[in-house]
């Protein structure tokens, strides 16, 4: 008998209705493997399928292959990224606070889990085949802070126009001050994240002055 067949003998055999909660096993073991390796180079179904308990067929019952359970992984990933920016923003009415809040959530979470995000963002997209981790961010995390930069354009405090380039300006300072931040840590960033916050506000502040 192999390893894989041994181990997956150790787990019993799931009752109806239990494919969800194995998908959701499979997408949390794989998490954690990207996490401890921080390569999706050096996961591969089988590490997945022994972390689970599970045989490697088993795996593609439910992700027809390891790009569609990374993209799994990394569409999670963005749901929990969208959670934060909601809470960053509950309660901040001033709609520049609360921008700003927002992308600092992201700073924050972003570096918290650098593995995950230097993963999700270092994946290349088709142009014109949106996969599921794009759906989900577009669906989500780009909804919210579209509609926070629409509240400071109806505020006046910022010229009226299409929302959609604001928004990925904004959201690309984020972006750089994240992914340099985790990419290099050793360069002088200073207290805390002073930096990235005095970044983003002087950014803000320059679309609002076009």
Known sequence: MSADADRAAVR?????????????????????????????DAVSI???????????P??????????????????QYFEQFDEVMV???????????????????YVR?????????????????PPGEPTLTDQVLLSSA????SETVQDVMDAGMMPQGDVVPRVLQLWSAAHGVASLMISKPGLPWG???????????AVSDG????
Do not use: N, W
């Not at 088993?58 to 569409?75: G, M, N, P, R, W």
């Not at 207290?191 to 506000?201: I, M, N, P, S, Y």
């Open 12 to 40: 019993p055999r799931s009752p109806r209705g239990a494919g969800e909660r194995l998908a959701d096993e499979i997408i949390t073991a794989t998490t954690e493997l990207l996490i401890e390796t921080g390569s999706e």
């Open 46 to 56: 089988r590490a997945v399928a022994h972390r689970v308990g599970v045989t490697p």
């Open 109 to 125: 979470f972003a570096i918290d889990s650098a593995v995950l995000y230097r993963i999700t963002f270092g994946r290349v997209t």
């Open 191 to 201: 207290h805390d994240l002073d930096l990235a916050e005095a970044t983003l506000r």
């Open 207 to 210: 679309l609002r002055q076009e």
């Open 87 to 105: 809470a960053a923003a509950r309660g901040v009415d001033d709609p520049i606070d609360r921008g700003l809040a927002q992308g600092m959530a």
């Open 142 to 145: 780009f909804v919210h802070f």
């Open 58 to 75: 088993s795996i593609y019952l439910h992700f027809a292959d390891k790009e569609t359970l990374l993209d799994a992984v990394c569409a």
